[in-house]
């Protein structure tokens, strides 16, 4: 019996050490397949492709700019992407996302080789093309809560929903350190901290990617934009029209810094996805001391590829490579020959096929690289399990019960709860009771959705009112959440709150996103500070809610209310911020930038010598 005993003790520490190993126990797995293990495959389907083949790999347009659907068999297309307006020519529902996919993923699979396509999407918080998906907050929240579990349970629900639309390919996370609140792409970054990013990086592509990419439900996760992209100097931003002398003031600008301090700030988020196992990368349109990061050498083969051990694959960023200086032609060959396995070419499909076709016959490209990026596509897409001809590449409709549903919203919901910031609680404004006779509550995105989502929802730049249905504002959640007894009045500039027990203001930016974004001014707008002012006129205690994508300059609201929560942009669940108004949650969230006093400390950082910020980094109160 002692014996029997210990080999079912020594059977037992065997299968919990092949748990571990394999991921299949709770929690992050520490060993996961390496993708170079895949190479005997890909090799061998390498072998048997033509050199169009290989270009045609290489190659993702923008679904809205083919000129017609079998050029996805005649130029052998390896990736498909829809932008930030591509929506399918049906409508922006589930169903006409599945159709759409189904039938670009039925062109590819009747290629010569039958290599089904990779399909990108930008479901940077939540599947948030696609009308009715849940919308998750923006990083920025999802920073001040410092729940990287959190942060990967997010991220496996984006990737269930991406999933039942059929698309395999998320361009996320976002693993930016912004250096500058001016930047308009400042809320998609996870906070200030290189920490933060390579923590809650790691955690987001474990959760679209899961233990196994195979998973029917796992997504392939896109790193983003190495490197730099937050840390580019006022001023060099892009020209704003073809010809203008006139620049953005930061967005896809250049980053001025040593090439360690390069590596300090900004590379740690790439080292945290690629220990997750992160299957392609996407390199920045900014540049690094003037050379575009999408040809360089340095940036993208000796540290990405050799020195960090990248194993996946480089996708360019959309029509990043016109960016570099030269013909067109001459771009190709400087991003390829640099290390770029695929390109973003939206419109230009057509053209980059036969460059790069021209430029390996020339010799100007080398077929080793051509081989290089193509193996490097291949062993994803059998790691994917794209190329298991016992299961097929169209959308599973089983999926889809799960799209939008309340689980998934719950999720979102404790996303929300968690990322709120308490700044201010004086005279113990919060949390408020749900007894009392009256509420008013006021503000421009009391009871505006698209506010509460901001960019990249349902299209590139976002928009106000209702972007989406589901979910719900902060308005709603409000009724949602008060006593049968209590009455709930709503006006958007903040007037008629005579009488009310309390007044709750909701104010802040309307939605942007790259480029459109950048400010040189963060001082809130003149409506937002009259609709706190016609509140406090009234005589009672005043909560402030500010949706934002960074830290404003609220000096002129902040002595005028009881209470000040930042809720940056917490998507559809406004149900979460009603949790912590309500005292159903206590407030955890802790700022991930610090907060500037006014605009003369932007830009401002903890490791700043003279560091006076008005709440600092980390700062967060409770009840």
Known sequence: MKILSYLLLCALACAALYRIQSGSASGPSTRRIALSSFDPQANALLEKMT???????????????LKDVNDIQKYFLGS??????????????LQDWTDMYDEYQSHAIKTRLGIPILYGVDAVHGHNNVLGAVIFPQNIG??????????EKAARVTAEEVRATGINWAFAPCVTVPQDERWGRTYEGFGESPDLAKTLGEAAVRGFQGDDLSNPLSVLACAKHFVGDGGTSFGTGMPK?????????????????????????HMQGYVGAIKAGVGSIMPSYNSWNGVKCSGSKRLLTDILKGELGFEGFLISDYAAIDQISGNYKNDVEQSINAGMDMVMVPRKYEEFFSSL????KEGKVPMARIDDAVRRILRVKFALGLMDKRRSPLTDKKVQASFGSAEHRQVARQCVRESLVLLKNENRALPVSKSVARIHVGGKSADDIGNQCGGWTISW?????????????????????????TKVTFSKD???????????????????????????????????VAAIENMKSAGIPVVVVLLSGRPMIIDQALGKCDAFVAAWLPGTEGQGVADVLFGDYKPTGRLSFSWPRSMAQVPIHARDANYDPLFKYGFGLTY
Not at 142 to 151: E, I, Q, S, Y
């Open 80 to 93: 498909l992407l829809s932008g930030g307006n591509s929506d399918p020519k049906a409508g922006n529902r």
């Open 241 to 265: 029209g073809n010809g203008s002398k006139e620049r953005f003031p930061l967005d896809q600008g250049d980053t001025r810094l040593s090439e360690q301090e390069l590596r300090d700030i």
């Open 357 to 360: 076709l021209g430029l390996v």
């Open 461 to 485: 730049q976002g928009q106000s009112g209702d972007a989406t249905p589901g979910g719900a504002t902060v308005l709603k959640a409000i009724q949602n959440t008060v006593g049968k007894t």
């Open 494 to 528: 903040g007037s008629g709150a005579a009488g009310a027990d309390v007044g709750i203001v909701v104010v802040g930016e309307t939605p942007y996103a790259e480029m459109m974004g950048d400010r040189q001014d963060l001082t809130l707008s003149k409506e937002d």
């Open 142 to 151: 999802l920073g001040c809560t410092r729940d990287a579990k959190l942060v």
């Open 51 to 65: 050199l169009e083949e290989k270009v045609g790999q290489m190659t993702q347009a923008d679904q809205e700019a």
